[in-house]
């Protein structure tokens, strides 16, 4: 789980994919003189907060020495955590919310910058993978090439050697297919 923190107080999750703030935390490092789970339920309702896009609960099984029920957590959101902390109307509420600011912009950033690599190296491969179709298409034109060199070296018979005032030998014969070298063989002798 990555996060980064205020001052040791408030840690910026990533739960289910979403960055988000533990609401205990904030209330803490907000100093507010409620207690939190009035506190919180007191923010949601006056603030409109929606479960499952503002904030998300769930309970936090921790050993307690003196027993007791798990404690209720609330996971915010980074819109919901600044405006919480905003409207707490203290200097602690103004740093929290400076602080999530800060840290959207330096996460906006990253992932920027983190796309802008991905797209660069998706354009790379891209490059390359043509190139590479290109050279392949080169080698097949060229080998084509070759195999109608090939073929029309081998249609050539003693005849076309004369005309062309090359001697002929029987070393050339072999580069003929078997019907033009007998063939050629027989107008030698």
Not at 6 to 32: D, K, P
Not at 66 to 82: Q, V
Not at 89 to 97: I, S
Request: net charge positive; with cysteine.
């Amino acid at each position: 789980m990555k996060h980064l923190v205020l001052q040791n107080h408030i840690q910026i999750l990533e739960r289910n994919g979403e960055q988000t703030v533990s609401a205990r935390e904030l209330h803490a490092f907000l100093g507010s003189k409620r207690d939190f789970s009035n506190w919180i339920k007191d923010r949601i309702e006056k603030y409109g907060l929606v479960e499952k896009q503002d904030f998300e609960v769930f309970n936090n099984f921790v050993e307690n020495p003196s027993g007791g029920r798990p404690l209720i957590e609330y996971s915010l959101s980074i819109d919901a955590a600044k405006e919480l902390a905003m409207v707490e109307g203290n200097d602690k509420g103004k740093q929290a919310r400076q602080y999530f600011i800060e840290a959207e912009k330096a996460l906006k950033y990253i992932l920027n910058s983190k796309l802008m690599q991905a797209e660069q190296s998706a354009k790379m491969r891209l490059l390359n993978s043509n190139r590479i179709h290109e050279i392949d298409i080169t080698i097949t034109h060229l080998l084509n090439e070759r195999k109608a060199c090939v073929k029309n070296i081998t249609e050539i018979d003693r005849n076309d050697f004369m005309q062309l005032n090359i001697p002929f030998n029987s070393d050339y014969s072999r580069y003929l297919p078997e019907s033009k070298r007998n063939k050629s063989l027989n107008r030698k002798n």
